[in-house]
């Protein structure tokens, strides 16, 4: 890795109230930036790892940065080796495409939400605050929060809040829900805890925490995001490039090492008398994920449920 002035990058790059990005040096090393290399940072945010990045690229270097969120237009550097793309990165492909990029030297994906996302209470993410009952990412999607609770079957709501939250009471949660909400308007995320106190579990805050996690991964369609921009890496990476991702969600990080997993072995195990292989798409460098070190745990508390993985084309 280019070591110099790494700890004054960093200090750039933390220079924002909207976001710390977790795994900051960890994520320039595994990147392996290259000064006249072309990058790809699908999460955009508050622009903590793209300024990492540019500070590493020469003059011919290049940043495509995407962020569905419009609010994260308001970070972008003023800085013409930085393009940006306000879209989801599940249309990484199309939209280098559209730029006519074939390939790229890395991609990054932190898919983490933005600290600003639930420290403003009119985006619904954060149980803290009161606010419109929405989570929506992109805000020209149509799917709110209050939708996916008002309308999802009682099969449908159990299955999210014990897949995607891991919330302990999920099916008596679901029958509450699917019982009781045609008495009530959830309008807010007020009316929404209100709603829900009574099938509360556990310590309250970890509980909604749980619960808006779930709705959270839902109305994103977080999941089958994440398996369409998995697909598209091999083809727009190099040989030689990498791919690093940076997951908070056991269901994530089991999709990424899965997508990055020489499988040759296994499917030879499970069908030993088939011939047919798939072919190797990534040599993994990080043989287990990278955690969070104690001390940024200490600065950055949503840095510990965070999982990095890198891996290079080959």
Not at 38 to 43: L, R, S
Not at 257 to 282: C, G, I, M, Y
């Amino acid at each position: 890795m280019q070591n110099q002035n790494i700890d004054s990058i960093a200090s750039k790059a933390f220079a924002s109230s909207y976001h710390t990005p977790v795994l900051f040096h960890e994520t320039m090393e595994y990147l392996n930036i290259q000064p006249n290399g072309i990058y790809v940072d699908a999460t955009f945010g508050g622009g903590g790892h793209s300024k990492g990045i540019l500070a590493q690229l020469g003059p011919a270097g290049r940043l495509i940065a995407f962020d569905q969120d419009a609010d994260a237009k308001n970070n972008l550097p003023d800085d013409p080796r930085l393009l940006f793309v306000p879209e989801n990165f599940k249309y990484l492909q199309r939209f280098l495409r559209l730029h006519q990029i074939t390939q790229v030297d890395g991609v990054l994906a932190d898919l983490g939400v933005s600290s600003h996302q639930f420290d403003e209470g009119t985006r619904g993410f954060s149980t803290r605050y009161d606010g419109p009952f929405d989570m929506r990412m992109d805000q020209r999607s149509n799917t709110t929060a209050a939708q996916v609770v008002e309308n999802y079957s009682e099969a449908e709501l159990h299955k999210m809040f014990e897949q995607y939250g891991e919330v302990t009471n999920s099916k008596t949660l679901a029958k509450h829900i699917a019982t009781q909400r045609k008495h009530v308007k959830l309008n807010t995320v007020q009316d929404f805890k209100t709603f829900i106190a009574p099938v509360v579990k556990g310590n309250p805050n970890k509980y909604w925490a749980q619960v808006f996690q779930a709705i959270r991964i839902i109305v994103n369609e977080e999941m089958e995001v994440l398996k369409e921009f998995l697909t598209q890496l091999p083809l727009v990476i190099k040989p030689g490039g990498r791919a690093v991702i940076i997951t908070f969600h056991s269901i994530e990080d089991r999709l990424v090492k899965n997508a990055f997993r020489v499988s040759q072995e296994e499917e030879k195990d499970a069908h030993p008398f088939l011939s047919t292989e798939r072919e190797v798409f990534w040599k993994i460098i990080t043989k287990k994920p990278v955690m969070a070190s104690e001390k940024e745990m200490n600065q950055n508390n949503r840095s510990r449920s965070a999982k990095l993985r890198a891996a290079e084309r080959l």
